[in-house]
Nanobody, 125 residues
Framework: QLQLVESGGGLVQPGGSLRLSCQAS????????IGWFRQAPGKEREGVVC????????IILDSVKGRFTISRDNDRRMVFLQMNNLKPEDTAIYYC??????????????????WGRGTQVTISA
């Protein structure tokens, strides 16, 4: 059974860094596109960054460009989100997701079935 479990969230001051992890199990990660999404209180879920299964195509939200980086370790079945220079507006629950379709994962995430439960990220002084 496919499972995704996020970790690494927490409370950080503005300008700080966090590294989120997503442990995958029950499937071959290298076959899947990976993505991180977030949902802030009172807002809709939005895509933060997605990467295709080969790792040579990435789509990233403009507001995090240059600050966030997605990566993967297929052997360990891990997905990571390195977040630097964090801002209060980055506060949200962050979710890991995977899908066989790269563009579906980014543009049609409502159709994606494979999600973690999320990890809370709070940026505050």
């Amino acid at each position: 059974q496919l499972q995704l479990v996020e970790s690494g969230g927490g409370l950080v001051q503005p300008g700080g860094s966090l590294r989120l992890s997503c442990q995958a199990s029950g499937f071959t990660l290298s076959y899947y596109s990976i993505g991180w999404f977030r949902q802030a209180p009172g807002k809709e879920r939005e895509g933060v960054v997605c990467q295709n299964n080969f790792g040579n195509m990435t789509i990233i939200l403009d507001s995090v460009k240059g600050r966030f980086t997605i990566s993967r370790d297929n052997d360990r079945r891990m997905v990571f989100l390195q977040m630097n220079n964090l801002k209060p507006e980055d506060t949200a629950i962050y979710y890991c997701a995977v899908d066989r379709g790269f563009l579906r994962l980014w543009a049609q995430s409502r159709l994606v079935r494979n999600w973690g439960r999320g990890t809370q990220v709070t940026i505050s002084a």
